[in-house]
């Protein structure tokens, strides 16, 4: 992909991240959309990572087991809003991928036309996988970016669908794939029989339901004694992703009746790594499902609570993967259909190595415009008085898309002081995290008395 003017001798790119699994997303997003392998950014190719601070924002040990996405974890530091769009200004990038939640990617884009640059960057954003909740009102906080990635050819569909029927343009819409599909394809191992159960921090929700999956999942254990059977967790108990945790299956584990049998076991790590030697992947809605169909591993949707909206797993209607333990623990293997496969995006049939060509062609040529138009999100003070502001005031933004009175990117005045606004943001995502793990379940167990 060429620099956009001549005069530069690289193509900078910014991805801002505000969890872990959005990292990786706009990681490997910036990294397809520059180089169109999967491999290291070329030598004219520069990409910077900034995490959004908040409660979600990954720890080390978390960007480290998000696996290589081509930055050096050194390199990514930690930013405000605000101080993400004085960055954007003084540093002049060329892409900006908003790897954020909705409404963290509709006060950038305000913030980002605030500033008014002569030569503004392309922005790219996009969704980390599976979308099966708040279609409307997420797609119509990223709209106004230069480009929508969707996951799928079903998702394109969708996302046209809602723009052109609020009267939006449709244009920025871009059919891609989900940037970190990829690994060997499946092949069955003499003597290893692996079943992995994909955990979700916030599917299912209730103490109750995510009892019964952990339970089940220990029984099928028992019944299979040579079958090595795994629970890959996404963070450890304090850490927080994408959604809030309140319930872990560690400590869920902990009081389980009768212990674990010893073919159980609890692993963390990266998810590619993990299906490296996966069997069998069951799940009741994970974004795993599509990497290991990706590579043709066995795949299974669980219907044991049901088929339901909130838990997402109404997604997979029609893939063929639907079933339930009681099946799984009769040897049954769900077979998927491949009609619904070809919509998925999941490119199992090896139409992977070009799933982002459209995407780069359109960042590419919008690079190469003199200059681009300024940034219309759906939502303004016209459209959405009674919305917008509030999601901007979340940020520090004041209905314009300018910071807020008092809310200047600070400037650092030494080491001590820096230190002790680490130790204060590490003390507060302390007492956040504690509430909710440990304070809120007990207040709303207190409240169903």
Do not use: C
Not at 218 to 237: C, F, G, I, T
Not at 281 to 295: D, F, M, P
Not at 319 to 343: C, I, K, N, V
Request: hydrophobic share 40%; glycine share 10%; aromatic share 6%.
């Amino acid at each position: 992909m060429p620099p956009r003017t001549e005069k530069t001798s690289a193509l900078r790119v910014a991805v801002l991240a505000d969890s872990d699994t959005r990292w990786k997303w706009g990681a490997l997003t910036a990294r397809r959309l520059t180089t169109g392998d999967g491999g290291a950014p070329t030598p004219r190719t520069e990409i910077s990572g900034l995490l959004l601070r908040g409660r979600a924002t990954p720890t080390p040990r978390q960007l480290a087991e998000v696996g290589d996405v081509g930055i050096d974890t050194d390199r990514v530091r930690e930013v405000t809003a605000v101080e993400f769009l004085h960055t954007v200004r003084d540093e002049g990038y060329d892409v900006v991928v908003l790897a954020l939640v909705g409404g963290a990617v509709q006060a950038m884009l305000h913030g980002l036309a605030a500033l008014r640059l002569p030569a503004r960057p392309v922005v790219v954003t996009g969704y980390v996988g599976v979308v099966y909740e708040k279609l409307a009102d997420g797609l119509l906080l990223r709209h106004g970016a230069d480009v929508v990635l969707a996951n799928s050819r079903h998702d394109a569909e969708r996302f046209r669908a809602v723009y052109e029927g609020v009267g939006a343009d449709a244009s920025s819409v871009t059919e891609a794939a989900l940037p970190f599909l990829g690994g060997a394809p499946h092949t069955p191992e003499q003597g290893r029989d692996t079943v992995v159960f994909a955990a979700q921090p916030s599917v299912p929700a209730s103490r109750a339901d995510r009892t019964y999956l952990l339970r089940r999942l220990v029984e099928h254990a028992r019944l299979h004694p040579r079958r090595e059977v795994l629970l890959k967790l996404r963070s450890k108990p304090g850490e927080h992703t994408t959604h809030i945790e309140e319930l872990p299956y560690q400590r869920l584990a902990e009081k389980l009746p009768g212990g674990l049998p010893p073919n159980f076991r609890l692993v963390y790590g990266h998810m590619g790594e993990v299906l490296d030697r996966t069997d069998l992947l069951v799940t009741v809605s994970s974004t795993a499902a599509l990497e290991s169909l990706h590579r043709r591993i066995p795949t299974a949707v669980l219907t044991d609570l049901g088929v339901r909206e909130t838990l997402g797993n109404h997604h997979f209607i029609g893939s063929g993967l639907l079933t339930s333990w009681d099946h799984l623990d009769g040897g049954a293997h769900p077979e998927p259909d491949r009609e619904w496969l070809a919509g998925q995006g999941v490119a199992a049939d090896g139409t992977y190595a070009t799933a982002y060509d459209t995407a780069r062609a359109r960042v590419t040529a919008l690079l190469a415009r003199d200059g681009l138009p300024e940034l219309a999100p759906y939502y303004t003070p016209a459209t959405a008085p009674g919305y917008l502001p509030g999601i901007l005031a979340r940020h520090h933004l004041a209905p314009d898309g300018h910071p807020l009175p008092g809310t200047a990117a600070p400037r650092e005045t030494g080491r001590v002081r820096g230190a002790v606004r680490e130790a204060v943001r590490e003390a507060a995502r302390g007492a956040y995290r504690h509430g909710v793990q440990r304070i809120a379940p007990v207040v709303r167990r207190m409240g169903e008395l």
